[in-house]
């Protein structure tokens, strides 16, 4: 194959995609609350093991896209995802049997 036309591929490939925006730690976010379905902002960062920044950096590309959605009960923040965020994270949960395929 020409490797001219392998990185014309390349570019368009990853050229206007949002998912990169996304980025690993918001993917990870995304898959542990469709399986928690919410959590507290302090539970995500715990269980994944994320600094604040880190966390925070995340999630604020998750709102932005409408992924996640953030509520109040007795002044612990909540997150959960949208349904936008449950069709996104159903979509990599497919994508990943899918690679793991054999």
Same mark, same amino acid.
């Given at each position: 194959?020409?490797?001219?036309?392998? =990185?014309?591929?390349?570019? %368009?490939?990853?050229?206007?995609?949002?998912?990169?925006?996304?980025?690993?730690?918001?993917?990870? @976010?995304?898959?542990?609350l469709?399986n928690? &379905?919410?959590?507290?902002?302090?539970? @995500?960062?715990?269980? *994944? &093991?994320m600094?604040? #920044?880190?966390? %925070?950096?995340?999630?604020?590309?998750?709102?932005?896209?409408?992924?996640?959605e953030? %509520?109040?009960?007795?002044?612990?923040?909540? @997150?959960r995802? =949208?349904?936008?965020?449950?069709?996104? #994270?159903? *979509?990599l949960i497919? #994508?990943?049997?899918? *690679?793991?395929?054999?």
């Amino acid at each position: 194959m020409d490797k001219s036309k392998l =990185t014309n591929i390349s570019v %368009y490939a990853y050229n206007g995609h949002m998912i990169e925006n996304i980025g690993e730690r918001g993917i990870r @976010i995304l898959l542990l609350l469709h399986n928690k &379905r919410e959590a507290k902002l302090t539970q @995500i960062k715990n269980e *994944l &093991r994320m600094g604040s #920044a880190a966390a %925070y950096n995340a999630l604020a590309q998750l709102f932005r896209f409408g992924l996640v959605e953030e %509520y109040r009960y007795k002044n612990m923040r909540i @997150i959960r995802l =949208t349904e936008k965020g449950i069709k996104v #994270a159903d *979509l990599l949960i497919q #994508a990943d049997k899918i *690679l793991s395929e054999e």
